[in-house]
């Protein structure tokens, strides 16, 4: 199964400011997901990331808050925008699907203050 | 839409017993997946075990095996001589297949937080 680098790990931020998140994959993958944990929380879908189209968002997920890039089959980057302290959470990428099951990355816990 | 309820928010066991979390899901589709996640403290997702809706067999993966109820919509996870190790959040999750056979999202459900004893 396919390998994910994501960073940060964790960061510390100011509310009304922006950060980046990106993810690594060892190999070319076709879909990549971008998954918001919110403290205490499930896993809850933002969007799922095509190389070559626009990253499609899940309702309660736009595109203004959450920009997505995908340059090409092994990297994308997630933004989070204007950032209050509600979007504390951890934020994990995934890769993958059958038969193998799918490969998350290690998480960024982003606190906003 | 599909859903998935996970309807034990904690659970404890002794070191080597057997736990059995529960995972419930509603679906009209007749192809997919099932799949039981672990998350420990360091976040990192781990999957623990996957089901193919058409096998009738249960899947087992050593100490971890699932009872399937397709009718019933019931995917729970035994866990046998639990360890230390095993404490964790336990993430029950669906993925539908897609009929182009391409990837598709997880849905996961709330999450049984393992709790083992020494």
């Known amino acids: 199964s396919a390998v994910i680098s994501q960073k940060p790990s964790r960061d510390i931020c100011q509310r009304g400011t922006s950060l980046t998140i990106q993810c690594q994959v060892d190999s070319q993958v076709t879909m990549m997901f971008w998954y918001r944990q919110q403290p205490g929380q499930s896993l809850t879908l933002i969007a799922t990331?095509?190389?070559?189209?626009?990253?499609?968002?899940e309702s309660g997920f736009v595109i203004d808050k959450f920009p997505i890039s995908r340059p090409n089959l092994t990297f994308s980057t997630l933004t989070v925008s204007n950032m209050s302290p509600e979007d504390s959470s951890i934020y994990l990428c995934s890769v993958g699907g059958t038969p193998n099951g799918y490969t998350f990355g290690s998480g960024t816990r982003l606190t906003v203050v | 839409a599909q859903t998935v309820t996970q309807s034990q928010p904690e659970m404890s066991v002794q070191e080597a017993e057997t736990v059995t979390l529960s995972c419930t899901y509603d679906t009209s589709e007749n192809n997919y997946y099932l799949f039981w996640y672990k998350q420990p403290p360091s976040r990192q997702m781990i999957l623990v075990i996957r089901q193919e809706a058409y096998k009738q067999q249960n899947a087992t993966e050593n100490r971890f095996s699932v009872n399937f109820q397709k009718a019933a919509k019931s995917f729970s996870l035994k866990i046998s001589d639990s360890q230390l190790g095993d404490t964790a959040m336990y993430f029950c999750a669906f993925m539908n297949l897609r009929g182009d056979g391409a990837t598709n999202k997880l849905i996961f459900g709330t999450g049984t937080l393992l709790a083992v004893q020494p």
């Open positions: 990331a095509n190389q070559g189209s626009e990253a499609t968002y």
